[in-house]
């Protein structure tokens, strides 16, 4: 089917916008398309796409919600077995905190050291309180420690330390030829051992 342009526009002339009534079909049927899909597109912009953007918004917080009802239902159906983890970290925690010296035990430790220092063979040239240094939950107290003896006693000291019953790490190594007498060695290292914070405050 053949549309003739010209006469097709021919029908838009001279209209009269008080008597709608008689305008040709076409340009009834040309118009009422025309105002629908300006309804349709109003509606649209105006009613349906906030509506839209609503619904992928609550689609989105339900994924949410339901992974959270998913987390929480977890936590509930093992409450039990979370108390006790939660007990069991508390007593472990309280545990640790037993192996911190506390302030009237801290000298007692230098003595320790001077014996585990003494019994594995060793002489010592320096052993000394630096300065406390503050943490975020616990207080460093770093003790010098210069000792002079052989690799084996060396060894055997460090293994005593680490059995101390007292929480006590070994840094900074280092390691020389006695200057006095070389068939020893000379061992520079920095001692440190915690306070917990809270019960200082307490």
Do not use: C
């Amino acid at each position: 089917m053949k549309i003739d342009l010209a006469q097709f526009l021919e029908q838009f002339e001279g209209l009269d916008s008080e008597n709608i009534g008689q305008w040709p079909k076409t340009v009834k049927i040309v118009l009422a398309t025309f105002l629908g899909i300006i309804v349709i597109a109003l509606g649209y912009f105006l009613l349906i796409s906030d509506n839209i953007d609503l619904l992928f918004a609550t689609e989105e917080e339900e994924i949410t919600l339901k992974r959270q009802y998913e987390i929480k239902y977890h936590v509930a159906a093992n409450l039990e077995l979370f108390q006790q983890q939660m007990k069991d970290a508390e007593a472990l925690f309280a545990n640790q905190l037993k192996s911190l010296p506390e302030s009237h035990e801290t000298p007692g430790l230098l003595d320790d050291i001077t014996f585990v220092g003494t019994t594995s063979g060793l002489r010592f040239v320096k052993l000394n309180w630096q300065p406390e240094i503050t943490r975020e939950i616990y207080i460093e107290l770093p003790i010098d420690i210069e000792v002079v003896g052989t690799y084996h006693e060396f060894g055997d000291f460090v293994s005593k330390i680490a059995g101390l019953p007292r929480i006590v790490t070994l840094h900074d190594f280092d390691i020389d030829i006695n200057r006095v007498d070389n068939s020893l060695l000379s061992l520079k290292l920095q001692a440190k051992t915690y306070r917990y914070r809270e019960a200082e405050e307490k």
